[in-house]
């Protein structure tokens, strides 16, 4: 590997577009918060400020900003926040990443 190039910290997780899926999960919360208003509670207003706000863009650690950090870190959180409104669609999306890149 040359001394410039950049290299993946997760190469476990090789051809899986994790960022991409956690991505997808943080999605799914915002959707989330915006049906749900009651969702949104201190506990998330806290973890937000840990998400940048162009998530979508950034793959790497950037001020204690790594999206797939902050959401394998906080899985059962997540989790709970999905089963707890039955939004099936964060389920599936906070399974993928739990399995493929947790």
């Known amino acids: 590997?040359?001394?410039?190039?950049?290299?993946?910290?997760?190469?476990s997780f090789n051809n899986i577009d994790c960022y991409k899926d956690a991505a997808n999960v943080l999605d799914a919360m915002?959707?989330?918060f915006?049906?749900?208003?009651?969702s949104k509670n201190s506990f998330w207003e806290r973890f937000d400020e840990y998400i940048p706000?162009?998530?979508?863009?950034?793959?790497?650690k950037e001020n204690n900003k790594?999206?797939?950090?902050?959401?394998?870190?906080?899985?059962?959180y997540i989790s709970d926040l999905f089963e707890?409104?039955?939004?099936?669609?964060?389920?599936?999306?906070?399974?993928t990443v739990e399995y493929d890149c947790c």
């Open 1 to 11: 590997m040359e001394v410039n190039e950049k290299r993946d910290r997760y190469v």
């Open 30 to 32: 915002y959707e989330l």
């Open 34 to 38: 915006e049906k749900e208003a009651e």
């Open 53 to 60: 706000e162009d998530y979508h863009n950034i793959y790497e």
């Open 66 to 76: 790594d999206i797939l950090y902050h959401i394998c870190s906080n899985v059962f």
């Open 84 to 95: 707890e409104y039955d939004f099936e669609k964060g389920i599936k999306l906070l399974d």
